[in-house]
């Protein structure tokens, strides 16, 4: 699970205390290394999101989504690549792809 080149220590350090002082976290769960890096993941996917304008209801949808269809946990679980999951939904949201409803999110056709 490399994390992208893009990825700069200025940005490891911005997330890594929004992460460590708002996450609601055991931080004896942050310190293990693939949530750490789903958590860094998930704050890119965020800033990227925002760049876009998207709306905080949309993002709302999307991670209440992810966290209802446990994408995160599967990804931890099975040790995935939170980075592509997080780029392969971003390029959907960004392709018109990402299928969003009232209040579901459809993430099967990801790969």
């Known amino acids: ?10 940005d ?8 460590n ?4 976290l055991d931080p004896e769960i942050l310190k293990i290394p693939h949530v750490r890096e789903t958590c860094y993941a998930s704050m ?14 949309i993002y709302a949808k ?3 989504s992810i ?6 946990d599967y990804t931890i679980d099975k040790n995935d ?4 999951f997080y780029q392969k939904t971003l390029n959907k949201y960004i392709d018109n792809s ?9 993430f099967s056709k990801l790969n």
């Open 1 to 10: 699970m490399p994390r992208p080149d893009f990825v700069k220590t200025e």
């Open 12 to 19: 490891l350090l911005r997330w890594s205390k929004i992460i």
């Open 21 to 24: 002082n708002t996450i609601i």
């Open 44 to 57: 890119w996917f965020y800033e990227e999101l925002c760049k876009l304008q998207c709306p905080e209801s």
């Open 62 to 64: 999307i991670i209440f």
């Open 67 to 72: 966290s209802k269809n446990k994408k995160i």
């Open 81 to 84: 690549d939170p980075w592509d």
């Open 98 to 106: 990402l299928i969003i409803d009232d209040d579901f999110v459809d």
